[in-house]
Every structure is written in C-alpha cells, then in structure tokens.
C-alpha cells in the first residue's frame, strides 16, 4: 500500500475498536496500521502527533513523515482511497458543517456511549468533557429514546404504561443531581444510553403489535444489563482513592 499510514485508536472504547477494525477488513488500512493508544507511551509520540488534539479526533499518522491527518480528516482521507469524491464532498461548507457537529458529538461523548472503561496503561486518550456537547447528547438521547419509550406505552398501555414508562425515566436520572457538575453530567449520559437504546429496541413494536411482547421483554433485559454495565464502569470512573 502506498503512502502507508497508521491510525491510533481509543481501545477502551468498543466503537473506535469496531469501525478502526473495519478499516483493516476492507482494506482501507493494512493489519499493521491500526495501533491503540494503550500501546505508546506519549514520549514515544510526542514529536509525531498533538497529544490533546488526538483525545477529541483520531489521528492518521503518514510513517513516510507527512504530516498528522486528524478527526473528519483523517476518515476523509482513508475513505478517499477507494472512492475519490469523499474528501471534495467532505470540504463543501454545508456537509463539512454537519459533520463535524456530528463527529464532535459522537466523539465527546463516546465514553458514555459505549460505557468505555478508564485506560490502565499507555497514553490516556480520554475525550475532553465538553458541556454543550455533553447536554446536547443527553438532550437528544432523552428526547428520542425516552419519546419513544412513551409513545410505544400510549399504543399498547394507555394509561398504566405511560406512567410507569415516566417512572422508570425519572428514577434512572433522578440520581444524576445529587452529584457534582463533571460526575452527575457522567452518569446521566451514561443512563441516557440506557434510555436509547430501549427506545429503539422498541420501534418494531410500536408498528407491528405482534411483535410488541418480545421487543417488550428484549428492551427490559437489555436496558437492565446495560444499567448494570454502566453503574460499574461509572464506579471504575470515579472509584474513591
């Protein structure tokens, strides 16, 4: 391969793990191009790469000596080696606009999303918090994951449902107020994970009724295994000392 580069990745984190995988299987990237962060120590990377820039974007290092690609960048121009109309289409002023919101709102947050654990070794790679990112994902995780939650208890439990479907909301957030800023906008990112991913576990069911009592039970047992995940990985974040 041409040009060789080598992406770093956050391997505490399953998504960065997943899409810098599929990189390498289709590949945009060879086997050795991939490389976690957990595997450098920063004074190994310190004259080739922005260590804080690197925490919010992932960065694609050129091993010929070219210059750090980084964030929409860096997926821009590995998708651009198989189809070359990526990064023109990516430099127009409204797509760029759009995502990069996108990318910063996934990549902010993508410890609560994906629950992922502290680093234990090598370079910590942890997201700078940003608040209006992490309000705008809470926002719109609560917005769409607890709305349709609710509207699938209006279709099939009109009153009961509803309330008890408010309920189960409110007691996974309350908790998220009686802790400080950075711990309780944690936790409630991590709870409003929770919520998505319930709601739309339960999108078949609000269109097709007989399928409503197994995405039913499927989103309960799902939604309880993930609390369960995330209240651990939310005690590793902020163990006591």
Request: proline share 5%; aromatic share 14%; with cysteine.
């Amino acid at each position: 391969m041409s040009n060789p580069k080598m992406i770093l990745y956050d391997d505490t984190c399953p998504m960065c793990r997943w899409y810098t995988g599929a990189f390498v299987k289709h590949g945009f990237l060879s086997e050795e191009g991939r490389r976690s962060f957990s595997e450098f120590t920063e004074l190994e990377l310190a004259d080739t790469i922005d260590l804080e820039r690197s925490r919010d974007e992932i960065p694609l290092i050129d091993l010929d000596g070219g210059a750090t690609l980084y964030g929409i960048d860096s997926l821009g121009h590995l998708l651009g080696r198989r189809w070359a109309f990526v990064p023109s289409l990516l430099r127009l002023y409204p797509i760029q606009w759009l995502i990069t919101r996108l990318y910063k709102l996934i990549s902010y947050n993508r410890r609560v999303i994906a629950a992922g654990q502290p680093m234990e070794k090598g370079i910590d790679c942890t997201p700078h918090f940003n608040y209006f990112y992490r309000l705008l994902y809470i926002a719109l995780s609560l917005l769409g994951g607890g709305g349709l939650i609710t509207f699938f208890s209006i279709v099939h439990f009109p009153r009961a449902g509803v309330i008890t479907a408010l309920m189960a909301i409110g007691l996974l957030m309350i908790p998220a107020f009686f802790y400080s800023i950075p711990k309780g906008n944690t936790y409630a990112g991590l709870m409003s994970t929770v919520i998505l991913m319930g709601g739309l576990i339960l999108v078949p069911g609000i269109f097709w009724s007989m399928v409503a009592p197994y995405v039913g039970v499927l989103a309960v047992l799902v939604m309880i295994w993930q609390l369960w995940r995330r209240l651990q990985v939310f005690e590793l974040l902020f163990k006591r000392n």
